[in-house]
């Protein structure tokens, strides 16, 4: 018995990986072939929130324990890409760049997929009284991105066109 929450389905529509918690508490990422009914555990995964898969369906990325983690679908142990105290959100390009949500507040960061220096990608704008950028999506191009934006004027709220090679987002 066990309760589903977060899910993605993998770019190449095969796979599902889900966070679910089990009867006992324990919450962790599942994987599940969508050919088949049963779904497996992915070990070293517990606390896991919001997956997003890398491009080619090989790895799935998460976050858990104040970080953002990566793992490969086919199972291993995951290793930690970036900090990420209370992830709110990922995309990963084909070009290997990981755009995520670290924390509940402020803006959306750029990390390669294996690890190394985050940069701030968006910051919040005082002006438009925003609060927060979360839930990134790139584009097929790889290049542009779309997020959300909170704020405290209903108006400035919604979703922000952006991209890799800055400029000012678009709503």
């Known amino acids: ?24 508490g324990r919450t962790q990422l ?10 497996q555990p992915l070990d070293g995964t517990d606390g896991a929130a919001f997956p997003f898969w890398s491009p080619d369906s090989r790895s799935i990325a998460f976050f858990a324990n104040r970080s ?4 490969e679908a086919a199972g291993g142990p995951p ?50 009284h925003e609060s927060a950028h979360r839930w990134p999506a790139f584009l097929p191009d790889g290049r542009h991105f779309l997020y959300t934006a909170r704020s405290n004027d209903k108006e400035n709220s919604g979703i922000y066109l952006a991209s890799l090679d800055s400029g000012k987002p678009t709503r």
Do not use: M, Y
């Open 30 to 39: 599942w994987l599940r072939d969508l050919a088949s009914l049963p779904a």
């Open 68 to 71: 953002l983690k990566s793992i």
């Open 79 to 128: 290793r930690i890409v970036a900090d990420a105290p209370e992830g709110r959100g990922g995309t990963w390009s084909k070009d290997g760049v990981i755009l995520f949500a670290p924390n509940i507040g402020g803006g959306i960061h750029r990390v390669s997929a294996s690890g190394g220096e985050v940069v701030a990608q968006t910051r919040t704008n005082p002006a438009r």
């Open 1 to 24: 018995n066990v309760s589903i929450r977060e899910a993605a389905v993998s770019p190449d529509g095969r796979r599902l990986a889900f966070v679910a918690r089990s009867a006992s």
